[in-house]
């Protein structure tokens, strides 16, 4: 069984509540690093220790929950390694997994619906890297 890295600020949390659910109803485990309250936190505690435990390998992939998503995925982008990518469709978890091998989902609970949510878990997680010049492009980075 996978395990799956995840963590949320206080306005994912409940997001990630819902997610760690879902994600063991598709087979994977996931491994909660914070927040555990919707009471204040600052996002880039949870998205640091996040995408260190991925840069480090002892995870393969993580999901980053917060208002938006993108102060969790500039601040996981920090790392060596680290792909983090904003996933507000089904269509950029495709690509961001096909193109960029983004390794952490980072969602937007203020901004995407539930309803679209496990949709971009099922393809980011299902969905697998191209390689070929899109791996000359990801060595550059």
Known sequence: MERIAIASDHAGFEYKEKIKLFLFSLGFEANDFG???????????????????????????????????????????????I??????????????????????????????PWGRVEDIIKVFLNTKFEGGRHEKRIKKI
């Open 83 to 112: 792909r983090a990518a904003v996933c507000e469709s089904t269509e950029s978890a495709k690509f961001g997994r096909m193109h960029n091998d983004a390794n952490i989902l980072c969602i937007g609970a203020r901004i995407t």
């Open 35 to 81: 927040s555990f309250s919707t009471e204040s936190v600052d996002y880039p505690d949870y998205a640091h220790l996040v995408a260190d435990i991925i840069s480090k390998g002892k995870f393969k992939r993580g999901i980053l929950i917060c208002g938006t998503g993108i102060g969790m995925c500039i601040t996981a982008n920090k790392h060596v390694g």
